[in-house]
């Protein structure tokens, strides 16, 4: 039977034409044994392609863990992956004043989707390498980034399940919800369908509160948030017609557009707090230049950008500010909908970072991997430890690792204290209801939440989310018997 599949960015929806109604794995995933590898170009819209390929080949040669083969055919799994990388401009002479040179050391950004496939097509082992900011040779320490993780990953790979597909009738799936994990959605959809055809999904990332609206309504099978409060808040007292199910960890991020600027900026809980209090006006301030003591900030307005729209990245991005400054938490609080001071409001995190983008002297906030799509800079955020941290598969990791989540999987990762923690990661969570009349119905959304929970965690990486902590995961297994 044909797969098809349509998405059109206009409208952010996805819609997909899979093959059966639910999924079973016929046993544990077993070891891979992975000997030979072959390395694909590597696609960066740059001139550095293949030169990546060429340097990660020669890294893993003097590791010495695999032999690099020339063709797929010969290969036990394939390593290659894309992105963009792009110069961000030179180094300054004087590294206090930010700005950007015609010459010198070059600066870039960028990010690279790197994936481990075996010869079926299915991902091994994924990760998301970001180039060091003042790299002379960007390609070659992306390069040993590259294969370090791979080498080290290649000792822990697993063989992916078996599926299998019982003869049932197609179902029709339909979400709603966050636009926080939809990168991973989007990703997670597209592969899920080469798999099972006959199953058809569609998600609309039409943001949290939308989407858990339409849950409730009857309007969709699942809905997607980033906050574990969003039933108790959209729908006082049906909370126990709903579980939710965390699918996987990502981070909310401060992003900044100042025009000729290079230079990192540092932020304090106080400050983010101020900004968007009103308080803080001018990017010179001195709670910002306190934090940023060896650049010199330029004297220009802040201007605020947020959510329009009831927002689980907004209820994450409130709930640190809630948990770390007093003020905020008694004027504002953590909510979806926030009643924002000050600001310009934009729909989804596409939105807000497509309007930092456009408005010179601008912050707001997003998901991870929009602000790498978009070109932004991002910022780093004190921890409770005190440390200035980036976001990143480790510090995301760190903040989950130590995690207290209980049964109900309702837990918040902000400020969490471990060291290296990025402070403002959040979980992000699949709501299903408790009942499901329809066995086929039934039997296709828990089929796609263990799909989510195997293939679905190694996947995430690439994209720069978390998977989940294993415990969790096993946890979660178990507790898909209450979905009845």
């Known amino acids: 039977m044909p797969v098809t599949m349509t998405f059109s960015k206009s409208k952010w929806r996805i819609r997909l034409v899979c093959c059966c109604a639910t999924v079973a794995f016929t046993s544990p995933a077993t070891s891979a044994e992975i000997r030979r590898l072959y390395v694909e170009p590597f696609t960066t819209q740059s001139r550095l392609e293949e030169k990546l390929r060429t340097d990660v080949i020669a890294e893993l040669h003097k590791l010495d863990r695999v032999t690099i083969v020339d063709s797929p055919s010969h290969a036990d799994a394939i390593l290659g992956g894309g992105g963009e990388i792009w110069l961000k401009g030179y180094r300054s002479l004087n590294p206090r004043s930010g700005r950007l040179p015609s010459n010198g050391t070059a600066l870039y950004g960028g990010y690279l989707s790197v994936e481990l496939r075996n010869t079926r097509g299915e991902t091994l082992w994924s990760y998301l390498a970001t180039p060091q900011a003042d790299s002379e040779d960007v390609a070659k320490d992306l390069a040993k980034r590259i294969a370090r993780r791979v080498v080290e990953a290649l000792d822990h790979v697993e063989a992916p399940p078996e599926p299998t597909a019982p003869p049932e009738a197609p179902a029709v799936l339909k979400g709603a919800g966050a636009t926080f994990p939809f990168p991973v959605y989007e990703k997670w959809l597209t592969n899920y369908r080469r798999e099972h055809p006959n199953l058809e999904i569609t998600y609309d990332p039409i943001g949290s509160e939308s989407g858990i609206r339409r849950l409730v309504a009857g309007e969709a099978d699942f809905g997607a948030t980033d906050s574990p ?44 707090a101020g900004i968007y209090l009103g308080k803080i006006v001018k990017w010179n301030d001195p709670v910002l230049k306190q934090a940023n003591p060896a650049v010199a900030l330029p004297d220009l307005p802040i201007v605020v950008v947020h959510r329009a729209d009831g927002s689980g990245t907004s209820y994450a991005w409130t709930d640190f500010l809630s948990k770390t400054v007093s003020e905020w938490k008694d004027r504002i609080g953590a909510s979806l909908a926030p009643s924002w001071p000050v600001g310009k409001s934009a729909e989804r995190n596409e939105g807000v970072a497509a309007l930092v983008k456009e408005l010179g002297g601008s912050i707001g906030y997003v998901e991870f991997i929009y602000a790498l799509q978009h070109h932004l800079s991002i910022g780093k955020v004190r921890n409770r430890r005190g440390q200035f941290v980036a976001a990143s598969l480790e510090s995301i990791a760190a903040a989950a690792d130590q995690a207290q989540i209980g049964n109900e999987f309702k837990a918040s990762l902000v400020n969490a204290p471990a060291a290296g923690a990025y402070p403002i990661s959040s979980l992000t969570w699949i709501a299903v209801p408790a009942h499901i009349a329809d066995q086929r119905r039934h039997n296709a959304i828990v089929g796609f939440l263990e799909w989510m929970l195997g293939p679905g965690q190694l996947q995430a990486a690439a994209l720069g989310y978390g998977a989940l902590p294993k415990d969790l995961a096993a946890r979660e297994r178990a507790a898909f018997a209450r979905i009845h």
């Open 229 to 272: 409060e969003a039933i108790r808040e959209l729908a006082p007292g049906e909370e126990g017609k709903f579980l939710l199910f965390p699918s996987v960890v990502g981070a909310v991020v401060p992003i900044v557009n100042l025009p000729g600027f290079s230079g990192d900026i540092q932020f304090t809980p106080e400050a983010l």
